[in-house]
C-alpha cells in the first residue's frame, strides 16, 4: 500500500510541476474607470503579471497597485494613500479556475467563465467574471471585463467627494501569454 | 454473529476513511501546490520593491516651512496664506481687535507650477513689505520604500523684490530692495503616520538698515547673510487630517533669543485637513510674515507674550 502511496506520488509530481501547459504575461494591461456626477477617472497599469495553466484551467493574476497611472498625479497619490492603501497592500491578486471549452493546441475564440477570488486592499471577494480566450499558435490572449464594487472591498469613499467617484468601477485587462519559461538568473 | 456485524462493520468504516483519505491525498494536495505554484510564477515576474515614497508630506508647505513636496507635473496649485494679527492682549491682540482679526499681518497669493514631478516653478505677492517672490524648487533625491534613499533632498531659492514706497535715500538702489532664501529640505517618512523635516537656510539680504528692529546695530555684525534651521514634522491622526508643526532658529548675533533686540525663535503648529483637491491649513504661529525673507530676518513676537497669531492656508490643485 505505501508503496503505492509512493508510486501515485511521483506519477502525480510531474504532472503539477509540468511546464508545458503553464503560460505566462509579465506586461498585460489592467485598468479601471469611474464615472461619477462630477469626474470621469481612469488609470492603467502596464505591470500585470499572470501565470495559466492551460491544462488545468487555473489562473492568477497579480497587479501591483502602485503601477497604475492617473492624468492627474495628484490623483494618484490620493489612490495610493488614502483609496487602495498601497504601502500596507501592495498587490491585487486574483486566483481562479477558468471553466468553458478551451483548447491551447487549436487555434479559435473561446469564451470562459471564470470563478475565483479577488484580494484587493485585504478583502477577498468571491466572484465569477466571463473572459475571452483566444489561442493563435503558440500565443494565448485572455481578456475581460467586469465591475468592481469599492465597498465590497472595504475601500472607502468619504462623503465629501461621492459625486467625482463612482460606487463601482469597470475594470479591464488584458493579458498575451507565451509558454512559461524559467527564468535564469 | 453481532460481533462479525460489528467488525464488518468497523472494518468498512477503516476501509472508507483510507479512500477518502487517499482521494484527499491524491486529488487536494496536488491541486493547491498547484495553486501556489502559478502565484509563485507570478510573482517571479513581478518588478523590484524600489519604489520612491510618496506623500511624505500633503503638500509643498507646511506652516511656515517648505516640504520636500514639490507641485505634481503640470500641476498649477493656487494658493492663499491668510495670516491674522496677535491674538494675546499684551500684543495688541483681544477683544479690541477680536483677538487679532481685525489685523491681518499678511496675505500671500501665489502660483505655483510643476513642469515636471521633480521641477517646480512659482510667483508669488505678499501683503508685508510687498513682496514679490520668484520661487524654484527640485527634488534632488527621492526617498525609496526599500530603504535603498533613506531620505528625501530638495532643493528650494527664491529671490523677492519689494515694491514698497520708501522715503526718498532708503533704498538707493533698485536692487536694495532684493533678498533671497536657499534652502536644502531633507525630510523622511517614517511610518504611515509621522513624517519630519531638517532645513538648513540662509536668509541674503542685499541691503541692511542702520538699526535693528529699533536699536542701533553695529555695521560689522549687522550681516547681509542670515543662517537658519528649520526643523519641522506631521503627525497623521485620520486618513485626512495630519497634526503639524515646525520650528527655525536663527544663528545671527542679534537675533539670539532673550537679547534686548527682541527677536525670538519661529515656532508653528496647527491642523491640516486635506479634502479631494483642496488642503487646508489651520494653524498658530508667531511669524508676522509668510515667506522665509521675511520670517527669518524679522520675527519678533513671542509665543509666551500672546504674540501668536492664526493662520489659514488653503491649496487648490488644477490640471493643466
Known sequence: MALLAVLGCLLLMPAAGSAQSVYACTNGTASFFSSAPLEDIEARSGSLNSVLNMATGEVVFIVPMRSFEFDKSLMQEHFNERYVESHKYPRAVYKGRLEGHFDAGVNGKYTVISTGTLDLHNVSVQRTDTGILVVTDSVISLSAKFKIAVADHHIEIPKLVTRNIAEVVEVSFNAIYRPYRKKTK | ?320
Open chain 2, 1 to 320: 454473529m453481532t460481533l462479525i456485524n460489528t467488525i464488518s462493520r468497523h472494518f468498512r468504516s477503516a476501509i472508507g476513511t483510507f479512500a477518502r483519505l487517499a482521494l484527499f491525498a491524491s486529488c487536494a494536495w496536488p491541486c493547491q501546490a498547484q495553486d501556489e505554484d502559478l502565484l509563485d510564477l507570478a510573482m517571479e515576474g513581478l518588478p523590484g520593491q524600489k519604489q520612491y515614497t510618496i506623500a511624505t508630506f500633503k503638500t509643498t508647505k507646511l506652516i511656515n516651512a517648505h516640504t520636500n513636496e514639490t507641485v505634481h507635473d503640470r500641476t498649477l496649485d493656487f494658493r492663499v496664506g491668510h495670516r491674522f494679527g496677535n491674538v494675546g492682549k499684551e500684543s495688541f491682540g483681544g477683544i479690541h481687535t477680536l483677538y487679532g482679526l481685525d489685523a491681518s499681518t499678511d496675505i500671500r497669493i501665489a502660483f505655483e507650477y510643476g513642469l515636471t514631478d521633480r521641477f517646480m516653478v512659482g510667483i508669488s505677492r505678499s501683503k508685508r513689505n510687498e513682496n514679490y517672490e520668484g520661487l524654484v524648487k527640485y527634488r534632488l533625491l527621492r526617498q525609496t520604500t526599500d530603504g535603498s534613499v533613506p531620505m528625501a533632498v530638495t532643493l528650494f531659492a527664491n529671490a523677492t523684490i519689494s515694491g514698497i514706497r520708501a522715503p526718498e535715500g532708503l533704498y538707493p538702489r533698485t536692487t536694495d530692495r532684493m533678498t533671497y532664501t536657499f534652502q536644502a529640505i531633507l525630510a523622511r517618512k517614517f511610518s504611515d503616520r509621522i513624517s519630519i523635516l531638517l532645513l538648513p537656510t540662509l536668509v541674503h539680504r542685499n541691503y541692511v538698515f542702520a538699526t535693528v528692529n529699533g536699536f542701533p546695530a553695529d555695521p560689522e555684525e549687522n550681516k547681509n547673510d542670515l543662517l537658519a534651521l528649520g526643523a519641522g514634522g506631521r503627525f497623521k491622526i485620520t486618513r485626512s487630517t495630519s497634526l503639524i508643526v515646525d520650528y527655525f532658529v536663527n544663528f545671527d548675533t542679534y537675533r539670539q533669543p532673550g537679547n534686548e533686540y527682541g527677536f525670538h525663535p519661529v515656532l508653528g503648529a496647527g491642523v491640516e485637513i486635506e479634502t479631494g483637491g483642496h488642503v487646508f491649513t489651520v494653524t498658530f504661529t508667531n511669524a508676522a510674515g509668510i515667506i522665509e525673507n521675511d520670517f527669518i530676518p524679522y520675527t519678533t513676537d513671542d509665543w509666551l507674550e500672546g504674540g501668536f497669531k492664526f493662520n489659514f492656508n488653503i491649496s487648490r490643485n488644477f490640471k493643466l
